[in-house]
C-alpha cells in the first residue's frame, strides 16, 4: 500500500498550484524581475504581463472593464477592503447585513465593526445551511452600508441567492459585496449582467499561488482604499504588485474557464459517488448543506457519535487528506459555526468531515476513499461511549452523563 | 512605464531640429523649471511672406515633451504664420500617433510656444495665464482647475454631474474619491452639503478629445467681433449635433470663459467633435486663441430669467 500516492480531498482548504501556472511565473523571478512602474524595459515587460494577467481575471469574471480587477494580497484583504471602504464612504450609514455562515474573514471583521459601535444583522440559515430572503429584505434600509454575503460556503458549498439579493440591495441603493472565494472557477459567472458591485477571491483555491487576491470594483462604485500609498492598481491599492503571483493568477483563470464544464460533470460525479459510496456503507451519517444547490466539489458529511478530529488523524494515516470544517475552525474544540447555525445536533455536529475534490482527482482516489472510510467510523464508534452493541445507546444524554461536565 | 507609439519614442530619441535657429525673428518660452517643463521655440520667418523658413525647439521635460516639440517643429516648417496657429495639440498628438492622457499636456504647451513666439514676432505681448492644476482624472487627462471652474460655473453637486460635464470621472473611476472631494469643498463654499449616492451610474462615456488649457483673448478682433465669430462657429457646429438629437447654444461670453448650453444626445455622444472638448477645440481653432467652453445648466437659465 506504501507506494499509492496520498489522496488529496482538501481543496477548499488550498489547491495545488498548476505545474503550468508554476512554469508561466518563474521568468518573472528571475529575468524578467522589473517593477512595473519603472522606466526601463525591465519595468515595461512586466507592465504588459500584468495587463494580459487583469484581462484573464476579467474574462473569468465576466466583468465590463478590466479597470475593474484591483489586485490584492489575499481574498481576506479583499473582504476587509470592501467592508471598511463601504463604511468609509457612507460614514452616515451604520449597519452592516451578512450571514452567520461567512468566512471569519468577514465574521470576524464585523465582530470588530460591532465593537466600534456598527449594528451587524447576520442572517440565519435554515437545517440545508439556506438564508430566508423575507428576513433579508426586512432588513434593507437607508441605515445600511454594506451586504457581505458570501456566494458558496467554505465548509457545505451551499451556494446563496447571491445574484437575486445583489439586485434587492442595489435596488434600495445599498452597495453589494460577496466572497466568492470558493465560487469562482466553480461557478460559472458574468458579473456584467449582475448587480453585484464588489466580490473577492483568492488566487490559492483555484490553482494559483498563496498570497494573491483580488477585489472587483464595479465601475462606478465609491471606494476608500485600504492601502493607501503608491499609484498601483490606479491608487486603489498601494504596495508594488506581487507580479509573479499575479501572473500565476492569470493563467489560473483561464485555465479555470476552460475547465469549468469539467468542474461541473466530470467532477461533480465523483463526488456525487463518493457520497453516495460512503452514506451506502456507513449508518447514521448523512450529508450536510444544501445538497440541490451545492458547489460540484463540496461534500461534508456528519458521522454521528464521533469526533471529526480524530476521523482526520485516521483518515491521515491511510493516506487521505480532508478536513474538518474550516481549517480555521479546527484547533478549537467547538463545532464549526456553520454546522452550530443550521442546528446540526452536537452529537453529528463535532463529526463532520469535508471531502473537497479538484479536476486532478480521479475516479480511482474517489473508490480508494469509499472503501477505507467505513472501518475508520466503526472503529471511532466502537470507542464511543455513544455508541452500542449495533448502533448508538438509546438516550445517549441520559445514558452517559459524566460528571464533570 | 508609459505606453508610448512608435513615432513618440522615435522622434524622442532622434528629435528633429533640436537647438536655437540662427537669425531667429521670433521666439517663444512657456513653462518654467518649477513645473517641470519648460519649452523655447525659435522661429526664422519670411517678413515677406510669413512663410516659416525654419524652427528650433530646446525643451527641459520629459520624453514625450521633446517628442511633442520635435513633431511640432517638423509640422510648422514651411506653413505660414497664419497656418501655423491653426494646429491644435492634437493636431501635435495626432502626428506622434496619439499620446498617453496624461502627456496630452505637452502637446498643449508645444502649441503655447508656437502661439508666443507668433506674438513675439508680430511685436505683441503674450501672456501665459494658462494655469494648469493637479491632474485629477487620469483617464481623461481632467485637472484639478477645470473641475472646480466648471462645478463652480453650474452649480453642480455630484460626480456625476462632473463627468457629464467635463468627461473626469468616466473612465475606471478610481479618480472619484478625488473628484467628491473637490466637491465637498466647492459645495461646502457655497454653502452645500455634499450628498452621495453609494453606487454611481454606470459610466457610459466613452474617450473624447481631452480639455485643453486656457490663455487670455487675443486682440486683433473687436469684442463684437469675437462675439459675432463664436456665434458663428457654433453655428456651424448645429447642424451635425441637431443630426444627432442634440444641439449647442451661446450663452454668454466672460473673457476667455465661454458658456454653452450643451444638450440632449452631445452629453455622452462618442463623437469628439460633439463633446464639450470637441466645440472647444474648434473654437480655439477658429479663434486663434485659447478659451474654455463651459457648459450652462438649464437652471441657471431659468435664474437669469432667460
Ligand atoms: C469563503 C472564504 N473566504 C475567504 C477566505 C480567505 O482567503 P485567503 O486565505 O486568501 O485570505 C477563504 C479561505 O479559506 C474562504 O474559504
Ligand atoms: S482616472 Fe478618472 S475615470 Fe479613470
Known amino acids: 500500500m506504501s507506494e499509492l500516492k496520498d489522496i488529496y480531498l482538501d481543496n477548499n482548504a488550498t489547491t495545488r498550484v498548476d505545474p503550468a501556472v508554476v512554469e508561466a511565473m518563474l521568468p518573472f523571478f528571475t529575468e524578467q524581475f522589473g517593477n512595473p512602474s519603472s522606466m526601463h524595459s525591465f519595468g515595461n515587460k512586466v507592465g504588459l504581463a500584468l495587463k494580459k494577467a487583469r484581462q484573464q481575471v476579467q474574462n473569468l469574471l465576466g466583468a465590463e472593464h478590466d479597470s475593474e480587477i484591483v489586485f490584492t494580497s489575499c481574498g481576506s484583504e479583499s473582504d476587509s477592503t470592501a467592508i471598511l471602504s463601504a463604511l468609509k464612504a457612507q460614514p452616515e450609514r451604520k449597519e452592516i447585513i451578512t450571514t452567520v455562515v461567512e468566512h471569519p474573514a468577514v465574521l470576524n471583521l464585523c465582530d470588530y465593526l460591532e465593537t466600534e459601535g456598527y449594528t451587524v444583522h447576520r442572517l440565519k440559515v435554515d437545517k440545508q445551511g439556506r438564508l430566508n430572503m423575507d428576513e433579508y429584505k426586512a432588513l434593507l434600509s437607508d441605515n445600511v452600508a454594506v451586504v457581505s454575503v458570501m456566494w458558496a460556503n467554505n465548509e457545505t458549498g451551499t451556494i446563496f441567492p447571491v445574484l437575486e439579493m445583489a439586485e434587492l440591495a442595489d435596488e434600495a441603493g445599498i452597495l453589494f459585496h460577496t466572497d466568492a472565494v470558493q465560487a469562482v472557477g466553480k461557478i460559472p459567472m458574468n458579473l456584467q449582467d449582475t448587480s453585484i458591485h464588489m466580490l473577492s477571491l483568492s488566487g490559492h483555491k483555484l490553482h494559483a499561488p498563496k498570497g494573491v487576491g483580488v477585489l472587483y470594483l464595479r465601475r462606478g462604485v465609491r471606494f476608500r482604499p485600504l492601502l493607501r500609498g503608491g499609484h498601483q492598481e490606479r491608487g486603489r491599492r498601494a504596495g508594488t504588485e506581487n507580479v509573479t503571483s499575479i501572473i500565476g493568477l492569470g493563467l489560473a483563470c483561464e485555465q479555470a474557464m476552460q475547465h469549468m464544464e469539467y468542474e461541473n460533470t466530470v467532477v461533480a460525479q465523483l463526488r456525487d459517488r463518493l457520497q453516495e459510496g460512503i452514506l451506502a456503507k456507513v449508518p447514521h451519517a448523512f450529508a450536510t448543506g444544501d445538497l440541490t444547490n451545492r458547489l460540484p466539489n463540496t461534500l461534508n458529511i456528519a458521522f454521528e457519535y464521533i469526533e471529526g478530529e480524530a476521523i482526520l488523524l485516521l483518515l491521515n494515516k491511510a493516506g487521505i487528506a480532508a478536513s474538518s470544517g474550516s481549517a480555521c475552525t479546527s484547533g478549537s474544540l467547538e463545532p464549526s459555526h456553520v454546522m452550530k447555525a443550521m442546528g446540526i445536533p452536537y452529537t453529528a455536529a463535532h463529526g463532520t468531515i469535508r471531502l473537497s475534490l479538484s479536476r486532478y482527482t480521479t475516479a480511482e482516489e474517489i473508490e480508494r476513499v469509499i472503501e477505507a472510510v467505513p472501518p475508520i467510523i466503526e472503529k471511532l464508534r466502537t470507542l464511543s461511549p455513544y455508541w452500542g452493541e449495533n448502533g448508538p445507546i438509546e438516550n445517549p444524554e441520559e445514558a452517559f452523563a459524566p460528571v464533570y461536565a | ?306
Not at chain 2, 501635435?92 to 499636456?105: S, T, V
Not at chain 2, 469628439?272 to 486663441?289: C, R, S
Open chain 2, 1 to 306: 512605464m508609459w505606453d508610448y507609439s512608435e513615432k513618440v519614442t522615435e522622434h524622442f530619441y532622434n528629435p528633429r531640429n533640436a537647438g536655437a535657429v540662427d537669425q531667429a525673428n521670433a521666439v517663444g518660452d512657456v513653462g518654467s523649471i518649477s513645473c517641470g517643463d519648460a519649452l523655447r521655440l525659435t522661429l526664422k520667418v519670411d517678413p515677406e511672406t510669413d512663410v516659416i523658413l525654419d524652427a528650433g525647439f530646446q525643451t527641459f521635460g520629459c520624453g514625450s515633451a521633446i517628442a511633442s516639440s520635435s513633431a511640432l517643429t517638423e509640422m510648422i516648417k514651411g506653413m505660414t504664420v497664419d497656418e501655423a496657429l491653426k494646429i491644435s495639440n492634437q493636431d501635435i498628438a495626432d502626428y506622434l500617433d496619439g499620446l498617453p492622457p496624461e502627456k496630452m499636456h505637452c502637446s498643449v504647451m508645444g502649441r503655447e510656444a508656437l502661439q508666443a513666439a507668433v506674438a513675439n514676432y508680430r511685436g505683441e505681448e503674450w501672456v501665459d495665464d494658462h494655469e494648469e492644476g493637479a491632474l485629477i482624472c487620469k483617464c481623461f487627462a481632467i485637472d484639478d482647475v477645470m473641475i472646480r471652474d466648471t462645478i463652480r460655473a453650474n452649480n453642480l453637486s455630484t460626480v456625476e454631474d462632473v463627468t457629464n460635464y467635463t468627461k473626469a470621472g468616466g473612465g475606471c473611476s478610481s479618480c472619484h474619491e478625488g473628484i467628491e472631494n473637490i466637491l465637498k469643498e466647492e459645495m461646502e463654499a457655497r454653502g452645500e452639503v455634499f450628498m452621495p449616492g453609494a453606487i454611481g451610474k454606470k459610466a457610459k462615456a466613452k474617450p473624447a478629445a481631452a480639455a485643453t488649457a486656457e490663455a487670455k483673448p487675443a486682440g486683433s478682433m473687436t469684442a463684437v467681433q469675437r462675439i459675432l465669430k463664436i456665434q458663428q462657429v457654433l453655428e456651424g457646429l448645429r447642424p451635425a449635433l441637431q443630426a444627432d438629437g442634440g444641439d449647442v447654444e451661446l450663452m454668454d461670453i466672460e473673457g476667455k470663459n465661454i458658456y454653452v448650453k450643451l444638450v440632449g444626445a452631445c452629453n455622452g455622444c462618442q463623437m469628439a467633435a460633439m463633446t464639450l472638448g470637441g466645440v472647444q477645440q474648434k473654437l480655439i481653432e477658429e479663434l486663434g486663441e485659447f478659451v474654455k467652453v463651459i457648459p450652462h445648466t438649464e437652471r441657471q437659465l431659468v435664474e437669469l430669467g432667460v
